[in-house]
């Protein structure tokens, strides 16, 4: 009866402390698609670093389709740095014009916008909003906007001519509550990115890719030996 139930406690015991592994320090992801390569390649194994930027964890239980579970972060060592390979939920779930946690949908870009940073694409200069930063609102950076404003505010939003409503009331700046990221893919010419898909909030972010554990060619099903503890840099 002792051996069974030291078995039984082991038993417990090990999936506590995977558990918590997973939880607090790493989390491992195979990546599908080869919108990061060369860096990453179709078919890695990654280890995605949670403690480096602080563990994130789910403070709350409801998991409904209009709302995104209430998060906090433990403290970490240091802040997303440009430059960085990150791991992070896609931002939408069920409709592609409102910003929502998609828990089961996971991203790996590179983080090239940081908060307060302006980036430049084809249609013009890109501002990265930071928490606590008040900026005008037009009629022209409305659009950019939106999407990043409702998620902040749960609020309706609207253009009238060349006014701005935020439930009905006309509104000429908006001070930003969150941290905003600009995330997109070393292979530039196939990722779904910040490009498309608008830039990244900071409860969304998972952790750091740090290392790649494993790899197989997801075509010939062959094991890539050369690329095992391989740093992501």
């Excluded at 390569?37 to 949670?50: M, Q, R, V, Y």
């Excluded at 196939?190 to 998972?206: F, H, V």
């Excluded at 890719?209 to 095992?228: E, F, P, Y």
């Amino acid at each position: 009866m002792k051996s069974i139930l030291k078995f039984i406690l082991y038993i417990i015991l090990s999936l506590f402390l995977a558990l918590a592994i997973r939880l607090f320090l790493f989390n491992f992801y195979m990546v599908p698609s080869d919108s990061m390569e060369p860096t990453i390649l179709s078919g890695d194994f990654i280890l995605a670093n949670k403690w480096i930027y602080g563990a994130r964890i789910f403070t709350g239980l409801k998991f409904d389709k209009d709302t995104d579970p209430p998060v906090r972060y433990m403290r970490g060592n240091r802040c997303i740095r440009r430059d960085d390979v990150v791991v992070f939920n896609f931002p939408y779930r069920d409709r592609w014009d409102t910003i929502r946690m998609n828990l089961e949908k996971i991203f790996v870009k590179r983080c090239i916008g940081l908060p307060g940073d302006s980036v430049y694409v084809i249609s013009g200069t890109w501002y990265i909003p930071s928490a606590g930063t008040t900026i005008a609102l037009t009629p022209r950076n409305y659009k950019l906007y939106k999407k990043n404003i409702v998620y902040e505010t749960k609020a309706v939003i609207r253009q009238n001519d060349s006014l701005i409503y935020l439930n009905d009331k006309l509104i000429h700046d908006y001070t930003f509550r969150t941290n905003w990221y600009f995330m997109a893919g070393d292979n530039i010419i196939n990722s779904q990115d910040s490009r498309y898909i608008g830039l990244i909030p900071e409860a969304y972010i998972i952790g750091k890719a740090s290392m790649v554990l494993a790899s197989k060619d997801l075509q010939t099903g062959k094991r890539r030996w050369n690329r095992i503890f391989k740093w992501i840099k």
